[in-house]
């Protein structure tokens, strides 16, 4: 089996990684940072995110596994101290593979320039400088013109993420949905939006159509993009998936409940 490794680069995380890779190494399996099975995530969520970018291009190939080198995260579920049962468990292949959804967009500018792109957590869409205005179409039908300070569109294992903190739904990982959340939406006499989260099945689809020709900022992950003379964003449940090795029952809502809710 080839396998590789991701690091937060503290010294903690960098550490973990050479005992990990030893390790493996010693029982006989290949590190290969081009074209792995298995990715250790050591640091938090957001390291395992640039492992996930990483290897868009072979999705159906790579499976995902986090040790967390700070607080827990809902990635990276295994702890420091458990780094030799771990490799144990990947050297003897003692793991099933789960799969969950993930969110494409597609960036269509007026030139007829069009890029896609893959999120495991979130897209945001911003405008830097004035309020945000746009056109949103739910399945090719006009459903309200949005003017706030961004719109954030996410996925069911990012719900907890920064759509948790806007306010959206906590979304189960395996549902195959996506979710659009408003940032400070502006509602007077005038100017109305539904004003709630949107939860979409997979069969559907959302595009965003700017009323203006302004610049943007979009989000994908930890990646920052500046956009102009866009024509419109699609978002949609991705055809791919993320693979993550599972070792053991992974109690999503007791999860939820250590992280927002526990106090110990």
Known sequence: MK??????????????RDLAKTYL???GLTFDEEEPEIVISIGGDGTLLHAFHRHTHRLDKVAFVGIHTGHLGFYADW????????????AKKEYNVVEYPLLQVRVQHNNAETNT???LNEITVKSPDVTLVMDIELNGTHFERFRGDGLCVSTP????????ALGGAI????LQAFQITEMASINNRVFR?????LVLPAHHHCVL?????????????HIHLEQTDLKSITFNVASQKVRFARFRPFPFWERVHDSFVSND
């Open 25 to 27: 190494q010693d029982f």
């Open 193 to 197: 939006t539904v004003g709630s989260s």
């Open 3 to 16: 396998f590789s490794i991701q690091s937060r680069r503290d010294d903690q995380s960098n550490e973990l």
């Open 171 to 174: 979304i189960h990982p395996t």
């Open 117 to 119: 792109y893959l999120a």
């Open 79 to 90: 702890k420091p101290s458990e780094l030799e049962k771990l490799v144990l468990s990947i």
């Open 209 to 221: 159509k700017p009323v203006t020709n302004q610049k943007f900022t979009m989000t994908i992950d």
């Open 157 to 164: 294992s990012g719900s907890t993420a920064y759509n948790k």
